[in-house]
């Protein structure tokens, strides 16, 4: 058994809530999906050839094009339909009970991710804010937490709180999460068996409940 876990961080999309992108979840909801696939953000970045908050330009790009008027309000009605993963409050809440620090760590969007952490208790939020003007108008969005440098984020994150690598947890469920499952002394996979391929000691689960016997497992004392 490894060092005793202190930091437990989750991704946002597909872990604790129930839809896979909250980006994608707003270019359905504002009718901007067509438009932001022509702009090929996706491959381009992913092939190395923009950065991400390139990336994330071609987003709200496309957003404002399908809906020139898109405001804060809109965003907050958008995601206010977005539901929790079913065990996310009883699976957080037993984990902070217990002692744990809880963080998200997303390259989803930061409203949503602030609505969410709110709602389960987690103190330590980092995913990438949409811009408003004074009058709630959406103008851009910061490049906060890059998707294939998420292990950048989790450094900063144990840096600030003291601990080393080998004391966090990280819950992904994508080949996106691949950079922080690095690094990590407890990488944990919901439903991606393709992502075991790059990852050494990755354990793999079904549902995010699994997630309490393994951190339990690697719990030496009561707090």
Same mark, same amino acid.
């Given at each position: 058994?490894?060092?005793?876990?202190?930091?437990?961080?989750?991704?946002?999309?597909?872990?604790?809530?129930?839809?896979?992108?909250?980006?994608?979840?707003?270019?359905?909801?504002?009718?901007?999906?067509?438009?932001?696939?022509?702009?090929?953000?996706?491959?381009?970045?992913?092939?190395?050839?923009?950065?991400?908050?390139?990336?994330?330009?071609?987003?709200?790009?496309?957003?404002?094009?399908?809906?020139?008027?898109?405001?804060?309000?809109?965003?907050?009605?958008?995601?206010?339909? =977005?539901?929790?993963?079913?065990?996310? &409050?009883?699976?957080?809440?037993?984990? !902070?009970? $217990? *002692?744990?620090? #809880?963080?998200? %760590?997303?390259?989803?969007?930061?409203?949503?991710?602030?609505?969410?952490?709110?709602?389960?208790?987690?103190?330590?939020?980092?995913?990438?804010?949409?811009?408003?003007?004074?009058?709630?108008?959406?103008?851009?969005?910061?490049?906060? =937490?890059?998707?294939?440098?998420?292990? &950048?984020?989790?450094?900063?994150?144990? !840096?600030? $709180? *003291?601990?080393? #690598?080998?004391? %966090?947890?990280?819950?992904?469920?994508?080949?996106?999460?691949?950079?922080?499952?690095?690094?990590?002394?407890?990488?944990?996979?919901?439903?991606?068996?393709?992502?075991?391929?790059?990852?050494?000691?990755?354990?793999?689960?079904?549902?995010?409940?699994?997630?309490?016997?393994?951190?339990?497992?690697?719990?030496?004392?009561?707090?």
């Amino acid at each position: 058994m490894g060092k005793e876990i202190k930091l437990i961080a989750f991704d946002l999309d597909g872990v604790l809530i129930n839809i896979k992108s909250s980006w994608q979840y707003i270019h359905d909801y504002v009718g901007s999906s067509t438009i932001v696939k022509r702009g090929r953000g996706i491959k381009l970045y992913s092939e190395g050839k923009i950065s991400y908050q390139e990336w994330v330009d071609i987003d709200v790009q496309a957003m404002l094009i399908a809906k020139p008027t898109l405001s804060i309000h809109d965003i907050e009605e958008a995601f206010s339909k =977005v539901k929790l993963e079913p065990s996310a &409050k009883f699976v957080t809440k037993v984990l !902070k009970n $217990l *002692g744990y620090k #809880l963080a998200i %760590v997303s390259a989803g969007i930061e409203q949503l991710a602030k609505r969410v952490a709110n709602e389960l208790g987690i103190d330590i939020v980092r995913a990438n804010p949409l811009q408003f003007s004074k009058d709630g108008r959406l103008i851009g969005g910061i490049a906060m =937490v890059e998707p294939l440098a998420k292990d &950048k984020v989790i450094k900063d994150i144990a !840096k600030q $709180l *003291g601990i080393e #690598l080998s004391e %966090v947890a990280y819950i992904g469920d994508s080949e996106w999460d691949l950079s922080a499952l690095k690094v990590v002394g407890l990488p944990i996979v919901l439903n991606c068996s393709k992502c075991l391929e790059q990852l050494d000691n990755a354990i793999l689960i079904n549902c995010l409940w699994e997630v309490l016997p393994i951190i339990l497992r690697h719990r030496r004392n009561p707090r």
